[in-house]
């Protein structure tokens, strides 16, 4: 069964690097829960988007209703803008667990028409994904409630790295759920000049788990 990891992709360098730093320990009580498109496909989503194709919400609407349920009682995995390439269109992929089952579904981007849909008998890895993504939405609400969004946490990182929001040339945050320290954090990296930072931020508390930095040779 194809499977959506809760963890975004983190841009690799791809030349040799050093470590120059150490893991901070992280103040946190208890555990908490838990084919990319061509340029060319990207850009016509990009545009579409913008001229008067439904909207994900749509999208998940349709869905739910061919599935006979209601948004209150899924776990949605994924709802995204993608390129069909066997039909040329563009269509939304969302997918969800309900009642047991795993639901894949592929949304007309233009129409909201119905593309495919699946269902399947949810197994041990869907109930742990699921488990996982349930416990990454209570974290988010509890950093939201904390006051700790996703700018503040790369604030964070920057004032322990030293280094001005300015002088960086990429970043990026989100949340993520660190398998080593049992609970879902605030993944952040950001590239200045040659040296590429990592911070695991609590997203309760603001503590530090863990940190590096890489190097250029």
Same mark, same amino acid.
């Given at each position: 069964?194809?499977?959506?990891?809760?963890?975004?992709?983190?841009?690799?360098?791809? &030349?040799?690097?050093?470590?120059?730093?150490?893991? %901070?320990?992280?103040? %946190?009580?208890?555990?908490?829960?838990?084919?990319?498109?061509? &340029?060319?496909?990207?850009?016509?989503?990009?545009?579409?988007?913008?001229?008067?194709?439904?909207? &994900?919400?749509? @999208?998940?609407?349709?869905?739910?209703?061919? %599935?006979?349920?209601?948004?209150?009682?899924?776990?949605?995995?994924?709802?995204?803008?993608?390129?069909?390439?066997?039909?040329?269109?563009?269509?939304?992929?969302?997918? /969800?667990?309900?009642?047991?089952?795993? /639901?894949?579904?592929?949304?007309?981007?233009?129409?909201?028409?119905?593309?495919?849909?699946?269902?399947? @008998?949810?197994?041990?890895?869907?109930?742990?994904?699921?488990?996982?993504?349930?416990?990454?939405? *209570?974290?988010?609400?509890?950093?939201? %409630?904390?006051?700790?969004?996703?700018?503040?946490?790369?604030?964070?990182?920057?004032? #322990?790295?030293?280094?001005?929001?300015?002088?960086?040339?990429?970043?990026?945050? #989100?949340?993520?759920?660190?398998?080593?320290?049992?609970?879902?954090?605030?993944?952040?990296?950001? #590239?200045?000049?040659? *040296?590429?930072?990592?911070?695991?931020?609590?997203?309760?508390?603001?503590?530090?788990?863990? /940190?590096?930095?890489?190097?250029?040779?």
């Amino acid at each position: 069964m194809r499977k959506i990891n809760l963890m975004t992709g983190i841009i690799a360098l791809t &030349v040799a690097a050093t470590m120059i730093s150490s893991v %901070a320990v992280c103040a %946190a009580n208890g555990p908490a829960p838990a084919a990319k498109p061509a &340029v060319e496909s990207t850009q016509m989503i990009q545009t579409a988007s913008k001229n008067g194709q439904i909207s &994900v919400e749509d @999208a998940k609407a349709a869905a739910f209703a061919h %599935a006979g349920l209601k948004e209150k009682d899924v776990v949605l995995r994924k709802a995204a803008l993608d390129m069909d390439d066997d039909r040329g269109i563009l269509k939304y992929d969302v997918d /969800f667990y309900a009642e047991d089952k795993d /639901f894949e579904y592929d949304i007309d981007a233009a129409t909201g028409a119905v593309i495919k849909a699946e269902r399947e @008998a949810m197994d041990a890895e869907d109930y742990a994904e699921m488990k996982a993504i349930k416990e990454s939405m *209570k974290t988010k609400e509890a950093a939201k %409630a904390a006051g700790l969004n996703e700018e503040g946490a790369l604030d964070i990182a920057l004032k #322990h790295a030293g280094v001005a929001k300015s002088d960086v040339s990429f970043k990026k945050v #989100h949340l993520d759920f660190d398998d080593d320290l049992g609970k879902t954090i605030y993944d952040v990296e950001f #590239h200045v000049g040659i *040296k590429e930072y990592n911070y695991d931020i609590d997203p309760t508390t603001g503590a530090i788990c863990a /940190f590096d930095v890489d190097i250029d040779d």
